[in-house]
């Protein structure tokens, strides 16, 4: 349709040299054709120009004192996309590849999934290029306090909601947290992913990887299957990877590889998680270390071989594309039958297309790692009723928001003519809601 490729071409000439934030912006616009072509009512409103640019953006220098007494600078960002349905939401990512175009493709998914999960939540994004690995405590608190110092002007419980994301977990948030309280003296809940003891919710740091899997169990079964006795590959080793491979476990399924940004291990006998664990959370190693206590396993450099590793379901757990079109004929001429996306948008436009056309079962991004925003969305309710519920009752609720998800992608799918493809499906369903609320809210 020529008024969604006018939207396209205008985003690649504005945005230019933001690879990651064309892709996701194309996929989504492929998808609403059909929603385009039945509401002239949103077109004339100038609704698909708008959606694709951000409500606001911030860029600010972040500068710190490291060990060596050495000043070091860092570039912070935090993208304020949507709030047509609610406050900004969306985690902070601090890796030294980040830059304004990753920070925008991760608001703009940010937007369609925070809608998916039926959760008052607009979208949002942010980061910086530090990377915390090799870093000592002293120098990860000076950072983030210093990163803080100015996120603070932009953020709050009713404005712009950060949380975790890559580089960004619970000590971070702590520590972002004392810094926001000490510069405002209020103690509200403006970060989620918070410790126990001051506000966090039961559950949180699960969410995401057992959200992937109640996804992913529904969509399994609507097919006759499921993770029962699977055999399964989940990239990364860090806070999705990990509870995703715990949930897979408690499934009855099988989890035999995992991997980090250098390589993979390969455990037949099924990853002994209380080690990941061990290695990841608490000592920060490297994964290689794994096979130094498990004889079993075989560690192998290069973190995208992963997929040549035969299995019934691969969960990418890592990053962005960290799932190519080659990767994806490998796994399906193993016999992999389904894939859930645990990272953002780790699966390339021609891995995609792969699945889709071969009939694998694809849970994507936005529908299938939704389950740690919802749950930072049920730490903010708990913050603002100065009131937690118990692990079961968040755990319950998660998985019926997850189940919700899948109801709604796959109906939206079956609507719209294109059964089955539940990336059409999410993308529609997401839409929808955040397209009527920015209409009724007039020309903004
Ligand atoms: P963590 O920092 O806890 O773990 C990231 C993992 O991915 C690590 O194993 C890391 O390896 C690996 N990784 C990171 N970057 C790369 C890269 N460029 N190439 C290869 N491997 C890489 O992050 P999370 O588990 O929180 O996030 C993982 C993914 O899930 C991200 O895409 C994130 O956006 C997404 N996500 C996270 C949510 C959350 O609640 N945390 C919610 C929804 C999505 P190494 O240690 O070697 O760097
Ligand atoms: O990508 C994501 O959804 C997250 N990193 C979690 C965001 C959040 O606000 O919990």
Known sequence: MKVLTDVMEQVIKRNPNETEFHQAVSEVLESLEPVAEKHPEWLK?????????????????????????????NRGFRVQFNSAIGPYKGGLRFHPSVNIGIIKFLGFEQIFKNSLTGLPIGGGKGGSDFDPKGKSDGEIMRFCQNF???????IGADTDVPAGDIGVGGREIGYLFGMYKKLRNEFTGVLTGKGLEWGGSLARTEATGYGVCYFMEEALNA????????????SGSGNVAIYATQKVHQLGGKVVAMSDSNGYIYDPEGIKLDTIKRLKEVERQRISKYVESH?????????SNIWNVKCDIALPCATQN???GEAAKTLIA?????????????STPDA???????????????????????????????????????????????????????????E????????????????????????????????L
């Not at 698909?48 to 070091?72: H, K, L, M, Y």
């Not at 803080?148 to 932009?154: I, P, Q, R, S, Y």
């Not at 003519?417 to 539940?422: C, K």
């Open 148 to 154: 803080m110092f100015e996120l603070a002007k932009h």
């Open 352 to 410: 995609v297309e792969q699945f889709i056309k071969n009939k694998v079962v694809f849970g994507p991004a936005k529908a299938a790692n939704a389950g740690g925003v919802a749950t930072s969305a049920l730490e903010m309710s708990q913050n603002s009723m100065r009131y937690s519920w118990s692990f079961e009752e968040v755990d319950a609720k998660l998985k019926n928001i997850m189940v919700n998800i899948y109801k709604g992608a796959s």
């Open 223 to 234: 097919k006759g299957k499921s993770f029962k006795g699977a055999t399964v590959s989940v």
């Open 412 to 443: 939206a799918a079956k609507e719209y003519g294109q059964e089955d493809n539940l990336v059409v499906g999410a993308n529609i369903a997401g839409f929808l809601k955040v397209a009527s609320a920015m209409y009724a809210q007039g020309i």
């Open 295 to 303: 004889p079993s396993a075989t560690y192998t450099e290069g973190c």
């Open 322 to 324: 960290e799932l190519d």
């Open 334 to 346: 193993n016999g992999c039958y389904a894939v859930g996306e645990g990272a953002n948008m780790p």
């Open 45 to 73: 409103a100038g609704l698909f120009s708008r959606i694709v640019e951000p409500e606001r953006q911030v860029c600010f220098r972040v500068t710190w004192v490291d060990d060596n007494g050495n000043v070091q600078v």
